[in-house]
Nanobody, 127 residues
């Protein structure tokens, strides 16, 4: 049974940093793409970024590129989302997701392309 469990959310001031974690279990994820999405109140869920677990290549939304970094720890079966220079508009529930990878491809932007989801963790950025 696949489980994705996010943690690390919280309240931070604008300009601050947070690191979210996504602990994955239930199978080997080396042939998967791990994505991060977020959903603000009244808005649709949007793509934040993704990492191809095996290849290590990443892809980011324009709104976070240069501020957010995705990485993974194979030994811990965990994916991280390092968020720097946070803005109030980054406030949302952040979700971890997983899907099977095809080769080194990492360009999966739609939530419908992902199979497994975590429960989400709240990130609030105050101005």
């Amino acid at each position: 049974q696949v489980q994705l469990v996010e943690s690390g959310g919280g309240l931070v001031q604008a300009g601050g940093s947070l690191r979210l974690s996504c602990a994955a279990s239930g199978r080997t994820f080396t042939s998967y793409v791990m994505g991060w999405f977020r959903q603000a109140p009244g808005k649709e869920r949007e793509f934040v970024g993704a990492i191809n677990w095996s290849a290590g290549n990443t892809n980011y939304a324009d709104s976070v590129r240069g501020r957010f970094t995705i990485s993974r720890d194979n030994a811990k079966n965990t994916v991280y989302l390092q968020m720097n220079s946070l803005k109030p508009e980054d406030t949302a529930v952040y979700y971890c997701a997983a899907r099977k990878a095809y080769s080194t491809r990492v360009y999966y932007y739609s939530s419908s392309e992902y199979t497994y989801w975590g429960q989400g963790t709240q990130v609030t950025v105050s101005s």
